[in-house]
Structures are given as C-alpha cells and as structure tokens.
C-alpha cells in the first residue's frame, strides 16, 4: 500500500454540489511516471479518479537548471501527459510560485485533498510546509508520501545509538533485510475541466549520450540493461571505455523510473552478484537520502570540518572546462558538458582532482554538477561530493585518487580519453594518451592540449603549478 501521513491536521471539509463530486490533486515533482506512483494512485483512490495531475514549472529552480536538464524535463512532462491520457486524463501545467498555484488549482476545482511526494532538502521542507499551512486555511489537506523517491522511507532504519547511518555498510545490511512495498497500480482517472500551459513537444532531440526524457523510454532502457547487462555490472561498471553502467539515473532523478520497482524486478528476474552490486547503487542512493533528511545542513556546510580550502579561479575554470591538461580529468568533465551525465569512475576521478589535489572546496565543483547532471538529486550530487572530498562519510576521509593511476587502470587502453579529448584521438600508445606531456612541449603545442596545470612526475600527480607546463620539461 502506499505510504501516507497527512502534513496537516484535520481541516474543514468542503461542500460539493451533486453534480460536481469532490476532486484531489496529484502534484507531481520529480515523480515523473503513471506505474508505481503512489502519489497518483492515492490521488485517484481518495477521489474516485477525479484528479487534477499538476506539474507546476517552479520559479525557484529553473533558472538554474543547464539547458540540457530543460529539454530532458521537458521531453519528461510530454511524456507523462500522453500517458496520463491512456488512464482517460492529462497533465495540467502551471508555471510560478509552487504554492500559489496549487492553491489556485484547489479553489479552481473545489479540491480537498492535495497529494505530494515527500523529500528531503530544506528547500522541499520549507515549501511542504508552507503548501501545507496555506491548503489547511482554505479548507483543504496536504498529503506526504514517503516511498515514491526512495525505496525504504528516510529516517526508518536507524542505529540504535543516533537518528541516522553515518557508515554505509551497516545501512546496506539494514536495508537488505527490509521488504519492498507493494507497487502501486496505475488508476483510471478523470480530470475536472481546468486550464493549463501548452505543454512541450516531445522533439527528437536525443542528447548525444543517447538519453531521452520520459517514462517510457526510462522503461525500456530499464528492461534492456536488466535483460542484458546486469549480470556482468560487478566486473565492468568501472571501466570507463565500455560504458557498462545502466544509465538510470537520470530517470529515477526525474522520477521516470520507480527504484522500488527496479529494485523488484532485478532481484526477481536477474539474482546474482551482478544484481546484488546494482542493489548496493539503489541502497546508496537511499543511504544519502537518509542523511540529507537528518542532516539538511549538508547541502552547503562540511559534515566533517576540514583546513582551508584553495581560492584558485583559474584552475577551477580549467578544471569546468576540460582543460588541466590531466587528460582522463579532462574527458569526465567534457562528456559532462557534451551528455549532460558523467561515467561514475569519471565522477570520482574529477571530484579528487578538484578537492584532494588542487584543493578547491567541494561546493564549487558541486554547484557546477548540479547545473549540468541530468540526475543531479541534491542528496545524492552533495553527499558524493563530501565523500570524496573528506568532509562526507567516507570512512578513510584523507584518501587521494591518483587520476594517472585511475587512468591506467580503468581506461588501459586510453579508449575513453580518445573519445573525449579529440586533440589526443589519434595517439596510438595509451601512455601517450593518458601522459602526452612525454611527447614534448612541441607535440603539445602542435595537438592544441594544454600542460598539466599541477605538477607531474612518472605516475605521480603534485601540487598545482604557478606556471603549467615550465616544470615538466
């Protein structure tokens, strides 16, 4: 059954003609699907199906989205209008202050019942609250859902000894243990003659990654990588050229998948330790939703206080642009700019350079994720960061990813740099690939890629370098 716990208390209920029956609303944040969406379905139960399904475009977030995070929302928004309109309804789009137009919409249709998916970010919190407090004073209830952007709730497995898992290994056996809820049917539903915004088209304007928005395509790249890849997910996701990794994550950013039923499906059809290390990817990212609700301080202050952090503007501007001269530095972050996703290894290796070896504070490398991710949730984007910065929950917080090691290691072949850094695509030893400084300050020049912005030595990484280049030749 779906999760629910109304937000308010008990309001006065409003009075429906006979020919027009009360309605509720499902206002749909990053939830962005009809199958296993218990906020839809507990919309359409409380009402009878008549349901006003509301996307409200928030003033408050999308000026700072990149615009290939628009496009991938809105191909998203197309796509739950159409399937919304197989269950007989369709996806009512406002745009401005959250609250205001939902209250709207309530008055518009006489609803009394507003229901929400629950999250886990002071800015979700302070604006739960304030729907809250303003549906209740014009006669209407606000309903939480707990399970639509998690697995299990935040805040239900705990240690004895404190409020939330500080330590991931602990909460994965926890987690492991706990039954998964029973999915939520996708209901048959009617909505009260009430206008919108024109909705986006869904163009075919498929980002060069391969991703497009939207339930349906979520869905099928979900049955294809289940049916085909998972099984080898623990020996290859980290290599980087084979680009072995699921690629959900935007979807269950958006809500276009449900973790839950991901989560059902691999263990059902696909058992083995290949499902069992995707498992621990759909644990953790429950693992960070549970810090964030009980710490959501963490989203701008160190949860483990550190030294002083480097101002360096100009190594923090090669680094956004794929230009410190570190070539598998330079292409995670230029398939950043290029997909608007990043391969998880490239993650690690361009978040360590940032903090552990030009030591510029995690916020800024985050800020910059979060602008370009297509799967930017704040708990998880945030929580990654202070992990690989040593402020986070990382057990051995002054641990260093040597990127040349890390290069060595899951791009051998250099494959994925000559993918990414086109400057460096026509070396043929991966030695060269990964280390072109060897070639000489003439090569360099000649292949248009810069001197390493930090010191380098063999297969050691040092610090940053006044003037990049001058000490390597």
Known sequence: MPSSSPSSSSSPSRSSSPSQPRAAVALFTRDLRV????????????????????????????PRISETRRRFLEESLADLDAALRALGGRLVLRSGDVVAEVCRVVAEVDAVEVHLA??????????????????????????????????????????????????FTPYWRRWAEMPLRAPASAPRLTVPDIAGLELPTSADSTLSGGLRGGETQ??????????????????????????????LSPYLHFGCVSATELAARA???????????????????????????ARPDAAHTDLRPRGAWVDDPEALDAWTAGRTGIPIVDAGMRQLAAEGWMHNRARLITAGFLTKTLG???????????????????????????????TGMDTRPNRVMNPLRQATRYDPSGEYVRRYVPELADLSDAADVHQPW?????????????????????????????EPGDALF
């Open 35 to 62: 199958h296993d969406n218990p906020v839809l379905a507990a919309a359409a139960a409380s009402a009878d199906g008549r349901v006003v399904p509301l996307f409200v475009l928030d003033g408050g977030i999308l």
């Open 438 to 466: 060897r070639l000489g300050p003439v090569a360099l020049k000649e292949l248009d890629y810069p001197a390493p912005i930090v010191e380098v030595d063999g297969g050691k990484v040092g610090r940053r370098l006044a």
């Open 118 to 167: 629950s999250d886990v970010t002071a800015y979700a919190h302070e604006r739960q609250d304030a729907l809250a407090a303003a549906l209740r004073a014009n006669g209407a209830e606000l309903h939480l859902h707990d399970q639509v952007h998690t697995i299990q709730p935040p805040g239900e497995l705990r240690p004895n000894d404190r409020d939330h898992f500080s330590v």
């Open 267 to 293: 263990s059902r059809d696909h058992p083995g330790s290949g499902t069992e290390a995707f498992l621990r990817q759909l644990c953790w990212r429950d693992f960070h939703h549970q810090v964030m609700a």
């Open 218 to 247: 979520g869905r099928k790249r979900a049955k294809q990588w289940l049916g085909k890849a998972v099984e080898d997910y623990e020996d290859i996701h980290d290599d980087l050229a084979a680009n072995a990794t699921s690629k």
């Open 360 to 390: 510029i504070d995690w916020r800024s490398g985050a800020a910059h994720f979060a602008h370009h991710l297509l799967d930017a949730d704040v708990a998880n984007n945030i929580l990654n960061w202070q992990w690989v910065a040593g």
